[in-house]
């Protein structure tokens, strides 16, 4: 069974930064995209952004410019640095990673409060 692994959520003020972790389990084996998406409470879950196996990404408006994601050293691995946060911004935030079959596979979620 796939797995997505993901860790780096908490409460931090508003301007702060945090860096959320994703790790996809081995047996997803290639992926075509991996990225993040975000719930708040009431809303509907919607994209942060995607990175592309060809290094393309796709970023919500809301987050251009404070948000960047990168791919870490082992293999489908990949972080989400976030800076100047603001309240909202809190959310629960999900990896989401889809397999070479272009099969879709979710984290359990982490949360990230931003206080103001």
């Known amino acids: 069974q796939v797995q997505l692994v993901e860790s780096g959520g908490g409460l931090v003020q508003a301007g702060g930064s945090l860096r959320l972790s994703c790790a996809a389990s081995?047996?997803?084996?290639?992926?075509?995209?991996m990225g993040w998406f975000r719930q708040a409470p009431g809303k509907q879950r919607e994209l942060v952004v995607m990175?592309?196996?060809?290094?393309?990404?796709n970023y919500a408006d809301s987050v251009k410019g404070r948000f960047t994601i990168s791919r870490g050293n082992a293999k489908n691995t990949v972080y989400l640095q976030m800076t100047s946060l603001k309240p909202e911004d809190t959310a629960v935030y999900y990896c989401n990673a889809w397999s070479a079959t272009w099969e879709s596979y979710w984290g359990q979620g982490t949360q990230v409060t931003v206080s103001s």
């Open positions: 081995e047996n997803i084996g290639s992926t075509k995209a």
């Open positions: 990175l592309g196996n060809d290094d393309s990404t």
